[in-house]
């Protein structure tokens, strides 16, 4: 230990020429992960890789994840956690309208895709369960929260008697709003003469017209 209390890379094998400390040495291995499956996909890299684009030595990396898969994981949970905060704040925005609630969070899926591209891919392209963990387990389930609630609150306005499950109404409208997102928003190669906002907002719109929830068109 030097004078000052400042740890050298010396005395810490695992710290990089960056400087980073332990307590956001794991944050910036997961940024590193973000990066590498952008550009690399989930598969694409191993965690000696992730190390060096952290600034850090493999050995400093073992400390925290055993695998690559760990590390895909924590970017996942990560990935849900700032997946449901945003749609939380949709749904918020468009309150008191249970219907502007409901449809602000559909919107809120294309844009988390758009905007989290690394973490999109760790939650649902990497292969890696959401029951790996009881932490991704407990994320996932929040960010499905969000949605089946907002679905709750508008099928409230359905009659009983045709009124579908709010987990089946909101899985509907996720499995939409994922697959405008996997066809037309992450350069697959499938072109559409509309943007994928146009596409998810009039695929919701007619959807809720089929349960009574919006007006028919004239």
Known sequence: ????GKQSEKDDPGMSKRGYHHGNLKQAL???????IEAKGPTGFTLS????TAGVTPAAVYRHYQGREDLIAEAARQGFEIFADLMQFACDKGQPSALA???ATGRAYLAFARKHPGH?????ESGISVNR??????????????LEKAAEDLSRHIPPEKRPPASMFSAHIWAMSHGVVELFARNT????PYPPEDLLETGIGIYLRGLGLVPQDD
């Open 189 to 192: 190669g499938a072109t559409s």
């Open 101 to 103: 609630a409901f449809e």
């Open 133 to 146: 963990t009881p932490e991704l387990a407990m994320a996932a389930n929040r960010a499905k929260g969000v």
């Open 120 to 124: 999109y891919i760790a939650m649902f």
């Open 49 to 52: 890789e992730a190390a060096k």
């Open 30 to 36: 997961i940024e590193a992960a973000l990066s590498l």
């Open 1 to 4: 230990m030097h004078p000052g």
